[in-house]
């Protein structure tokens, strides 16, 4: 059974930065694909980032330059660095295989102040 455990969220002032990490539990992660996500109130999930078992990467437009994502296949973790966070990044952050997800974790909350 495959186990995401998302860690690093806070509250931080517009311009800080965190950095969120996601522990997998998971056979052969080094060869699957990973994403971040996030969910904001009201709002549906959408995808932030990806990265590929290649370190190809992907991020939607809304955080281009501000975020970077990567991994560390030794432990099974992905991570996502964020800069110049904004007040529209106030979300729950959750980590998943990509495209296509599994059971999501608790996810770890974001909120930037303005």
């Known amino acids: 059974q495959v186990q995401l455990v998302e860690s690093g969220g806070g509250l931080v002032q517009a311009g800080g930065s965190l950095r969120l990490s996601c522990s997998a539990s998971?056979?052969?992660?080094?060869?699957?694909?990973m994403g971040w996500y996030r969910q904001a109130p009201g709002k549906q999930r959408e995808l932030v980032a990806t990265?590929?078992?290649?370190?190809?990467?992907t991020y939607t437009n809304s955080v281009k330059g501000r975020f970077t994502i990567s991994r560390d296949n030794a432990i099974n973790t992905v991570y996502l660095q964020m800069n110049s966070l904004k007040a529209d990044d106030t979300a729950l952050y959750y980590c998943n295989s990509w495209p296509r997800a599994v059971t999501w974790g608790q996810g770890t909350q974001v909120t930037v102040s303005s």
């Open positions: 990265i590929t078992n290649g370190g190809t990467t």
């Open positions: 998971v056979i052969n992660f080094s060869i699957i694909a």
